[in-house]
């Protein structure tokens, strides 16, 4: 049995992250300190980290040319090839790259440039907008799931709803509030046009998926991974698969992002201009598993990283309609394998449940 020493000498995890959470100081704050280790509260357990083999394989990451002016038009042989590669991708990896996407490169390097603006303002500026009430506009804390985790990651985040109810311009911060504007009119554009050829993947009337409102709520996560003096003690983010029914994300050319694919971790090579595209849970559901939901991490690392995700979701906004399996993939031989859920009900479920390695979607099998 321990003495009285010894027990105080434990490691107090609780009161460690309600000090970190209540100086609001984020992960970059630490880095700014001037910290030259990894504080307890951030170690990944070496399992975790060392969960399914690193990949010395050399895979063909899927990169899809969207020929943004011309898929607009008629149906087209090159419209049938997009959609045929993008459904190879869907249903084998559940992330691919695209180019040609119709963005300006100049307003993705802006979105990275603003998210930057923000993260590196001073510390006091910052600090007003840090919050752990979910129901805001705008949401910047460390890790949503800062006190559920087995360890936390070493990331700030700021989360933003933009549709079905864009915010007002003082509700979000003057250092990116005009480029996330522009940029979230963009990414709802691509978006649909993605909604469109996933459906005809599935031999579905091009606009089922937006009909049936994937593309009713738009919410945009901007994360900051300060540089980490130790990054093989910690994650940037753990292992996990995404809430919602796509996701358009943006990052800078430093890479550090992977996923897994034939149970290994594989690099996501930068693509520099691209947009990389992947399929979240509830795509997965109501496609009864046709497309995958893959889970992805991101490593540490010695110098800062910038990612910003556009989720498609309505999130925790409460609306009532169901998603299941969608009746025409339905047959004798493909019963329906999740029950139907509110968006909603998962999101709460997700962020209840945190990043603990397993998937949500196992919670809603039949």
Known sequence: MASIKEAEQIYDRKSELKAFDETKPGVKGL??????????????????????KISSQKFNFPIIDMNFRGILGPNTEKRKEIVDKIREASEKWGFFHVVNHGIPINLLEEMIEGTRRFYEQDNEIKKKWYTRDFTKRLVYNSNFDLYSAPADNWRDSFYCSMAPNPPNAEDSPESCSKILIEYSEQVMKLGCVLLE????????????????????????????????????????????????????????????????HQNQWVDVPPAPGALLI??????QLISNGKYISVEHRVLAKHVPRISVASFFTTGVLPTGK?????????????PPKYRA??????????KDKGLDGTSALLHFRL
């Not at 992947?278 to 795509?283: A, E, H, I, P």
């Not at 859920?341 to 997700?350: G, I, L, S």
Request: glycine share 8%.
């Open 31 to 52: 880095v700014d300190s001037g910290i030259t280790k990894v504080p307890p509260i951030f170690i990944q357990p070496v399992n975790d980290i060392k969960k399914h």
């Open 278 to 283: 992947n399929l979240g849970d509830l795509l």
């Open 197 to 260: 050829l996933l459906s005809e993947g599935l031999g579905l009337n091009p606009n089922h998926l937006k009909d049936r409102g994937c593309a009713e709520g738009l919410a945009i996560l901007c994360h900051y991974y300060p540089a980490c003096p130790e990054p093989e003690l910690t994650l940037g983010t753990s292992e996990h698969s995404d809430n919602d029914f796509i996701t358009i994300l943006l990052q800078d050319n430093l890479g550090g992002l992977q996923v897994l």
């Open 341 to 350: 859920t509110t968006v909603k009900e998962y999101a709460e479920y997700f």
């Open 322 to 334: 169901l998603y299941g399996p969608i009746e025409e993939l339905l047959s004798e031989e493909n």
